[in-house]
């Protein structure tokens, strides 16, 4: 089996499931734990998916420049600052960080 028939084959998978979940009904959704799942399991993947971009690198954990300015966007969200100064802020922190030399 290639890479494109596995691509083509999760695909349908996942548009069946997509379809299987377009029939479940409302009222199923609209209870308290499903609803709470649905809205934590967005975060959860999101962190995961953040998580594995700055610490990920050629197979194995890596702590760079990435990791600092990742956590000054933290603060940054926590102390509900502008999207746009959370990114500018955390990208001059891994440019500095990499600028002297103190990480890759």
Same mark, same amino acid.
Not at 23 to 44: C, F
């Given at each position: ?28 959704? $609209?209870?308290? @734990?499903?609803? @709470? ?11 995961? !998916? ?7 690198? $050629? ?6 420049? @990435?990791?600092?300015? !990742? ?6 969200? /926590? ?12 990208? /001059?922190?891994?440019? !500095? ?8």
């Amino acid at each position: 089996m290639t890479i494109w028939q596995v691509v083509i084959a999760a695909s349908i998978a996942v548009l069946g499931l997509k379809l299987l979940g377009s029939l479940v009904p409302a009222s199923v959704l $609209e209870r308290p @734990r499903p609803a @709470r799942i649905a809205d934590l399991l967005t975060v959860a993947l999101l962190a995961a !998916l953040v998580a594995v971009q700055t610490l990920e690198r $050629e197979g194995g954990i890596q702590l760079d420049a @990435r990791v600092p300015a !990742l956590a000054v966007a933290a603060v940054l969200f /926590a102390l509900r600052a502008p999207f746009a100064l959370v990114v500018v802020a955390a990208a /001059a922190v891994a440019a !500095l960080l990499r600028a002297l030399g103190w990480a890759a």
